[in-house]
């Protein structure tokens, strides 16, 4: 069964500092994944896919089939970084469903 | 545009009790989703919508129902909540189209079960 792991339910690192939040995946075929993110008080939003191999708000994520890992990666965290972060692997049923990890917190402190 | 609007924002139940959560969209999407959110558990699915008049469980379907009479709303029920029911409830909604997983969720629902 496909499954996404988040193995970091905390990160804390200081503004500026390099910060790399870990997605794990098992899944059999080629995955689509990608990256949500919930700041205080906002509502889940899309943050970035890996197919579309963009950078949002200064954020990468590159798809490494071999490890299967998504990991999420900024080489200088700002403040407005912290929120909660899921990553998230589609099904392969009709219904275009979604299944999340466990999620990140992600404290950015000053 | 409200996008997709979640009610009631806030509930606490009384073991035992019911209720129904209402999804409202009006971004004309024909899939629409309810999910739990649990700390370390991350978002669980309950049940889905793929279009008007259908439905279908998710990962953790028992103990909710769920209706989609009209393609705009989608609602949850609880019949007899319970403690382990606890949680916030998050709506969502995607387009048909194949492969676009850009997901637009409402705001949530806190639900507590004493």
């Known amino acids: 069964a496909q499954r996404v792991t988040q193995p970091e339910k905390l990160l804390s690192v200081f503004k500026g500092a390099p910060v790399e939040l870990k997605c794990n995946y098992s899944?059999?075929?080629?995955?689509?994944l990608f990256w949500y993110v919930q700041y205080s008080r906002q509502r889940l939003q899309l943050l970035l896919r890996h197919i579309s191999r963009e950078s949002i708000k200064g954020f990468t994520a590159d798809l490494n089939k071999g490890e299967t890992s998504f990991h999420l990666k900024k080489p200088f965290a700002q403040e407005e970084d912290s929120a909660m972060y899921y990553c998230?692997?589609?099904?392969?049923?009709?219904?275009?469903?979604?299944?999340f990890g466990g999620g990140t917190r992600v404290l950015v402190k000053p | 545009n409200a996008g997709v609007t979640q009610t009631p924002k806030f509930r606490v139940l009384k073991t035992g009790q019911s209720m129904t959560l209402l999804c409202a969209q009006d971004m004309n999407h024909e899939y629409m989703y309810w999910y739990r959110q649990d700390p370390g558990m991350g978002l669980r699915l309950i049940h889905y919508?793929?279009?008007?008049?259908?439905?279908a469980k998710g990962e953790v379907p028992d103990g909710y129902n769920v209706s989609r009479l009209k393609k705009q709303n989608f609602l949850l029920g609880l019949e007899s909540a319970a403690p382990s029911q606890t949680s916030v409830y998050f709506c969502?909604?995607?387009?048909?189209?194949?492969?676009?997983?850009?997901?637009?969720f409402g705001s949530g629902t806190r639900l507590t079960v004493v």
């Open positions: 899944y059999s075929g080629s995955p689509e």
């Open positions: 998230a692997l589609p099904g392969k049923a009709a219904g275009n469903k979604l299944t």
């Open positions: 969502a909604t995607a387009p048909r189209a194949r492969g676009d997983y850009g997901y637009t």
């Open positions: 919508s793929v279009g008007e008049g259908t439905t």
